[in-house]
Structure formats: C-alpha cells, structure tokens
C-alpha cells in the first residue's frame, strides 16, 4: 500500500484570523501499481490532498501513512518519504534553472549522495521514460519547447526513482498536441515501469482517457468515486459541483443512452451500430 489517507482534515493557519478548513475527513486508499485521478474545482482541495502524499502537509486530525510511514509520527524518516513520492507542481519548468537539461534531471539523484556514474545511468533512463532524446539533453532548459520543458522537469523527479508520482496538472497551459504528448508518455511510463500514478486535473477529458479510477473532490471531501465511466456517467452530480463531464459523454447519452467517455470508444459503437444496421 502506498498512501493510505484516514479521515484526514487539514485547517491552513488553524486558530488564526484567515483560518481555512481545506480537506474535510478525507479516507483514502493507493496501492502499489494505481494510476489514478484526482479532480475538482478549483479550490476543492486537490492540492492540499496531494502535499499530504509526500509530508510537505501534515493532516490536523485523521492519520495518513505513506509507504508505510506514520507522517504524524515524530521519528517519521520525511526524508525518505519525499524520495519515495515525487510530487510534481503545476508548471514545474518553471524550477528548471541549470545550463542543460541533463545537469537540470541530474539535480535530484546527485543531492541523494549518487556518484556521478549512478547519476547519469539515473538521467538516461528519466529521460528515455520521458521521450527525451540525447540531443535534447545538451540543450538549455530555455531553447526547448513548452512540451519537452514539462517532460524535462518530470523527468528530474523519476530520476529520483520514486514508487509513487503525483502530477498536479500536468497538462496546464500546453497546446493539444503538447497535452496528448505529455498524457501518452505518462501512460506508457506507467504501463512499461508499473509505477503509481496519480493525476491532479480539472481537465475532464484529457483524464478520461488516461487514468483507470477517479476521486471527486468538492469542498475539502471526496464527493464520488469510482472508474471514469462510473464517475462520468453521473454528469449532473459533477455539473453540480461545477465540473464539466466529457461532450462526448453528455452525446452518446443523449443520442444512444449510453455511458462512453472517450471519443475513441464512441467512434467504436457508433460503427458497431452501423454495422449492425
Ligand atoms: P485546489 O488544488 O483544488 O485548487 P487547494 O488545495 O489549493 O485546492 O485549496 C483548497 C482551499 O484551501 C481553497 O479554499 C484555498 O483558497 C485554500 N488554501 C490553499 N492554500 C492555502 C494557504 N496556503 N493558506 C490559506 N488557505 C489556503
């Protein structure tokens, strides 16, 4: 198990006169080879959540292990905890500051004591999980595209060789083909290396298509759950809650009424049925 979350609540600046109550009695559960989403309007308490995962926040009340280790726990190794979960920020490129892209991945295994040799068999398997090829490696952080920066920055937390990878919003601010990029090498890392995976996303569609389980969060709680379909079969509760199901999905039960989340599986019923007629 690598995240288990019970009845966690966190208060930012708890008793003074901004006090906010951000994660209201959240449970939650992720195993070991998971690829899961967490989405939510803004402010609904995903990134609160997710700096929970690695010890950066520590619940007021409820109790989260992470790998096993207690994070509430005084002798609580953090260290070891924020090697093992590698939490990526919104527009992470913008921590990317060394002259290339390979001292920029190097960063993380060489501050972990790795000799230089461990260091750059460490950067050469990030940045081929990432599709990062040698000749981008010798570039500057500043002369790559948007695309290849976010993969660069992802692939300086891998480097680390964590069991678990949180992105929060991954695809923020990149073009639809930079998004298709970044989600397709997320996917495939996940299937080559079986690695925990999870997603922070308000973009509904772009998650459909790549997570297995869905976590709603609405108001500091998880409001729903369950696969992606499960979730966005339910499209007037996420309406509700100011989320947006796929158009596709809002389509095919209206036309068919059928639950379909993706444009690909549409695509495959649509034909079935025209074939069947
Ligand atoms: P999300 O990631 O879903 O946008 P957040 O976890 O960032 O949501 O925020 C949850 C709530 O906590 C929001 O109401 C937000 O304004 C509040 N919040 C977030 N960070 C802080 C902070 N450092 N201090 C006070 N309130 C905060």
């Given at each position: ?168 919003e991954p695809t923020a601010g990149l073009d639809p083909s930079g998004r298709e990029e970044i989600l397709f090498q997320i996917k495939k890392l ?88």
């Amino acid at each position: 198990m690598i995240i288990k979350a019970e009845n966690i609540s966190y208060t930012y600046s708890e008793g003074g006169p901004f006090e906010k109550e951000a994660l209201y009695n959240v449970s939650i559960t992720i195993n070991q080879g998971d690829f899961v989403g967490i989405i939510g309007h803004t402010g609904s308490g995903k990134s609160t959540l997710v700096q929970h995962f690695n010890g950066l926040l520590k619940p007021t009340s409820g109790k989260i292990t992470v790998c096993g280790i207690d994070t509430l726990d005084k002798k609580a190794n953090l260290k070891k905890v924020r090697t093992k979960v590698g939490l990526v920020f919104q527009y992470p490129e913008h921590q990317l500051f060394e002259e290339t892209v390979r001292q920029d991945i190097a960063f993380a295994p060489k501050n972990m004591g790795l000799s230089e040799r461990e260091t750059q068999e460490r950067v050469m398997w990030a940045a081929s999980l990432v599709g990062l090829t040698d000749e981008i490696l010798e570039k500057s952080p500043f002369e790559i595209s948007g695309g290849q920066k976010r993969r660069a920055a992802i692939a300086g937390v891998l480097a680390m060789q964590p069991d678990f990878l949180v992105l929060d919003e991954p695809t923020a601010g990149l073009d639809p083909s930079g998004r298709e990029e970044i989600l397709f090498q997320i996917k495939k890392l996940h299937k080559e290396t079986g690695i925990t995976v999870a997603i922070v996303s308000h973009g509904m569609e772009d998650i459909a298509k790549t997570v297995e389980y869905l976590y709603v969060m609405n108001k500091g709680e998880i409001a729903m759950q369950g696969t992606p379909l499960e979730v966005y079969a339910q499209y007037e509760l996420l309406e509700k809650m100011g989320l947006d199901a796929p158009q596709i999905t809002k389509l095919m039960k209206h036309v068919y009424g059928v639950n379909i989340c993706t444009v690909e599986d549409a695509k495959e019923y649509i034909l079935g049925v025209a074939h069947r007629a």
